[in-house]
T-cell receptor
Framework: GEDVEQSLFLSVREGDSSVINCTYT??????LYWYKQEPGAGLQLLTY???NMDMKQDQRLTVLLNKKDKHLSLRIADTQTGDSAIYFC?????????????WGAGTKLIIKP | SAVISQKPSRDICQRGTSLTIQCQVD?????MFWYRQQPGQSLTLIAT?????????ESGFVIDKFPISRPNLTFSTLTVSNMSPEDSSIYLC???????????FGSGTRLTVV
């Protein structure tokens, strides 16, 4: 079945770049998303990429998509303490006449001073 | 993007009771989704709620346990019935806003069953 995998933890120093990786198995995905969840909060859509793109940049965020390898990454430049959160990747895949989201388990980003 | 108001934000409930969670959206949306996020885990879709029809439940979730109402295009409720400690989770509602947009989430309801 469909599967999305992420590392559970990533630790980086403040000011460095963070790269969070995600792999998926369903090649019919149309969109891929990155969500951020801060402690005790809901999910915030950070960015998304259409499946026919290979890169998208939005301020400190860079999304890279390697469709051949089914690999998605989120790079956060100049990581700040406010970036501490769990980051979820999700892919949107067709299901019957509709769509479904397949979620990764989330990567907890830990910022070291 | 849509703004979702979800209530309550948290609750502590006795086992055997029921809790109804409400989500109000500031714009009309066709589909609303209800998710469960168990401690330390990812999101699991409970059901999809379309206005004017019965909700579609995912495998492992049944209407008797999680009845859903969708009376109009801006509002939905999820009830967690006959609760047990295993129902302790965060429950989130979400809306999709068309194929070119992502999904927006409510702030979640943190439920603890004692």
């Amino acid at each position: 079945g469909e599967d999305v995998e992420q590392s559970l933890f990533l630790s980086v120093r403040e000011g460095d770049s963070s790269v969070i990786n995600c792999t998926y198995t369903d090649s019919s995905s149309t969109y891929l998303y990155w969500y951020k969840q801060e402690p005790g909060a809901g999910l915030q859509l950070l960015t998304y990429i259409f499946s026919n793109m290979d890169m998208k940049q939005d301020q400190r965020l860079t999304v890279l998509l390697n469709k051949k390898d089914k690999h998605l990454s989120l790079r956060i430049a100049d990581t700040q303490t406010g970036d501490s959160a769990i980051y979820f990747c999700a892919e949107k895949v067709p299901l019957s006449s509709n769509y479904q989201l397949i979620w990764g388990a989330g990567t907890k980003l830990i910022i070291k001073p | 993007s849509a703004v979702i108001s979800q209530k309550p934000s948290r609750d502590i409930c006795q086992r055997g009771t029921s809790l109804t969670i409400q989500c109000q959206v500031d714009s009309q949306v066709t589909m609303m989704f209800w998710y469960r996020q168990q401690p330390g885990q990812s999101l699991t879709l409970i059901a999809t709620a379309n206005q004017g029809s019965e909700a579609t439940y995912e495998s492992g979730f049944v209407i008797d346990k999680f009845p859903i109402s969708r009376p109009n295009l801006t509002f939905s409720t999820l009830t967690v019935s006959n609760m047990s400690p295993e129902d302790s989770s965060i429950y989130l509602c979400s809306v999709g806003q068309g194929p070119n947009y992502g999904y927006t989430f409510g702030s979640g309801t943190r439920l603890t069953v004692v």
